[in-house]
């Protein structure tokens, strides 16, 4: 996106953007990372990363590759295998909600059943 001035501008992420999933694996590595009693930048040194990409995948803002997963998993003292098993077993405790998805109203529907305002040109989405 470029401003006026010609300078590119990026926005961050809402929370209702960010995939349920990336977000209660975030959760999961946090936790896991302060149950190894290790700061985001100790994780990232022993993974070869940057700090802030471990904030970007605790935030739920990053999805990790398989690389970086076994990256990860080796500093916090367990396996990959492990790593993904415990994200599993943390994500069948949470409650992950589905995103709402606005649809339109099938027109020849309303048509049937009347329900559509006679003379009304607007979206039903609004």
Not at 23 to 45: C, D, H, P, T, W
Not at 46 to 66: F, H, K, Q, W
Not at 80 to 108: D, Q, T, Y
């Amino acid at each position: 996106m470029k401003s006026e001035a010609g300078t590119t501008t990026t926005k961050a992420k809402a929370a209702s953007e960010r995939h349920p999933l990336a977000v209660a694996f975030g959760a999961y590595l946090k936790a896991a990372r302060i149950k190894a009693n290790k700061s985001q930048m100790e994780l990232a040194f022993d993974a070869s990363i940057d700090r802030t990409y471990v904030s970007l995948l605790e935030r739920g803002l990053a999805n990790p590759t398989l690389l970086l997963l076994m990256s990860l998993a080796k500093p916090l003292g367990m396996p990959a295998s492990e790593l993904i098993a415990g994200f599993e077993a943390h994500l069948a405790n949470e409650n992950i909600r589905k995103p709402v998805i606005k649809r339109r109203k099938n027109e020849a529907s309303l048509e049937a059943s009347s329900d559509r305002p006679k003379g009304s040109r607007r979206s039903p989405l609004r």
